[in-house]
């Protein structure tokens, strides 16, 4: 059983920073691509920040220069640094990891269940 565990959301004043963890658990073989989602009240969920597994990274335009994608292979863990937020920076934002879970298996995507930000002006 595979599990994407966020932590780090919250609430916070513009201007102000947070960093949110993803850990992935369970039988893994290997982790491809992960990355963090967002999705405001009425909108779509939205790619925020992706990072493949050699460190290669991409950013959605609204959060280039403020938000910083990483990741700890020894850990299956990946992090997003968010600074300067802004109130439409508010969202549930979700971890989402493209891996194999054995060797033949297909790359197939897990997401976690979801960490909210809020973000106040």
């Known amino acids: 059983q595979v599990q994407l565990v966020e932590s780090g959301g919250g609430l916070v004043q513009a201007g102000g920073s947070l960093r949110l963890s993803c850990a992935a658990s369970g039988s893994i073989f290997s982790i491809n691509t992960m990355a963090w989602h967002r999705q405001a009240p009425g909108k779509q969920r939205e790619l925020v920040a992706g990072i493949t597994s050699s460190g290669s990274t991409n950013y959605a335009d609204s959060v280039k220069g403020r938000f910083t994608i990483s990741r700890d292979n020894a850990k299956n863990t990946v992090y997003l640094q968010m600074n300067s937020l802004k109130p439409e920076d508010t969202a549930v934002y979700y971890c989402?990891?493209?891996?194999?879970?054995?060797?033949?298996?297909?790359?197939?995507?897990?997401w976690g269940q979801g960490t909210q930000v809020t973000v106040s002006s």
């Open positions: 989402k990891a493209v891996m194999k879970i054995a060797r033949y298996d297909p790359l197939r995507i897990y």
